[in-house]
């Protein structure tokens, strides 16, 4: 079910996704308005926010993009972990019988 949910927004075009945050953090954008709706921005910003084209709206692009590699990877390592875990487990646990038998 989680690796379901993570492959989903590939079905989506990248270009698509990309335009997204885009209008997310523009000036006159979603977050900008969520902040003003909130009063965030004119009580403790002055002015509205410029994410656009900053390193900070990089990261966040980065780490939304490449995200589902790194959960596709670790949830590979961690069921290959697992089967080796329960392997390990049933090889001492038949050692331990045959010890014990003898």
């Not at 949910?5 to 989506?12: A, D």
């Not at 926010?49 to 993009?65: D, F, G, H, R, S």
Request: net charge positive.
């Amino acid at each position: 079910m989680l690796l379901l949910l993570v492959m989903i927004p590939f079905l989506t075009s990248f270009l698509i996704r990309a335009y997204a945050w885009f209008i997310i953090l523009r000036q006159n954008g979603v977050l900008n308005s969520i902040l003003e709706a909130s009063r965030i921005i004119p009580t403790i910003f002055p002015h509205r926010i410029e994410l656009l084209y900053t390193p900070v709206a990089v990261v966040i692009a980065l780490v939304y993009a490449y995200l589902p590699f790194m959960i596709c990877q670790s949830m590979a390592a961690w069921r290959n972990s697992m089967s080796r875990c329960s392997k390990q487990q049933l090889i001492w646990e038949q050692g331990r019988l045959e010890r014990a038998g003898a």
